[in-house]
């Protein structure tokens, strides 16, 4: 019985040394990967935001008419740009929303479950943001292009502005998709334990 | 000394079991879960690489076959999927890696920034032809852009059916980082 208390002292008080010399480094690389990840969070949200009001100001009024055509455009004339609108709308939201998380992660650098619950609602984000930006930007080189085979005409022929503005929104929602991969990277980096 | 070694040893073995238990769990469900998305991805690009509709009248001035290549946004979805499901095949081989070693960290994290980026490129290629195959659908009326499902009809029923495959794939890609994401941070 005395045998087993010498032997369990020493080992012991060595943990707590252990513990005491290895905590520091984790917890500041820790609060600078939370750090960028707030500022991308920003950026993310700027992109998202201009991605959204530049689809949604895009009508163009082409300025001559005839009986049979209507010569004007907005973006609720296809129910693509309207997804897209939409969709880039409630990722903004969405990242908006996240800001109070990534602050709380700034603040305590060991909590797992935020960091956790980050990484499964900015994925979830990833998906709706590709998902809008790759289908407005099928219509956009349709609309570029046009299609020989199904004889789909490139109407941004005629109406130049309209096209600018909606290409534009879709690169706009491509940079956002970026800065989202980014973000979930930092996010499965920063769950590691040490 | 002896003794005591033992019993460190056998309550190192007990503290442990049912984490990597839990571990070990979520390591095969996420290979069973790959397996699930190779065969959705794989038919998906399958089923849109082999559409060749002809009908069986023609004039001078306008086609009357539809394929796949005919729309550059069909093309970047057969390759899409194609690159996709390569990279699951491939990515087999780290997840069995992670049955067996389950505290392996730094193999899971680059597992879920690879997987991140194929979700990325899966949700692209089938969002894109989702919108194609609406259009050909519906038509626009505001565009004059006519609905080629009219005519086309297995033509349309195939691109509509491997757009299914496709997005099966997309959610069994967020249940993969969700459970690499729950492996990675237990204790």
Redesign the interface.
Known sequence: MP??ID?AEPSSSAKGKAVIVAAPHPAKWKKGTAIIDFVLRLGAIASALAAAATMGTSDESLPFFTQFF?FE?SYD????FQFFLIGMAFVSGYLVLSLPFSIVAIVRPHA?GI??FL??MD??A??LA??????????V???HNG?S?????A?CNQFTDFCQKVSGAVVAAFVC?VCI?FL??I???A???H | MKQISDVELGDKAKSSSPRSGVKKGLSILDFVLRLIAIVGTLASAVAMGTTNETLPFFTRFTRFRAEYDDLPTFTFFVVANAIVSGYLVLSLVLSFFHIVRSNAQNSRVLLIIFDAAMLGLLTAGASASAAIVYLAHNGNTNTNWFAICRQFNSFCERISGSLIGSFVGVGVFLLLILVSGLALSRR
């Open positions: 045998a087993t032997v209507q455009a004339d296809m129910p693509t797992v960091r956790l990484i499964i994925t979830v990833l998906t590709t998902s809008a930006g790759a289908a407005a930007a099928a219509i080189y349709l609309a299609n085979s199904s004889n789909w005409l109407i998709v991969v979930i990277l996010s499965a980096v769950l590691r334990r």
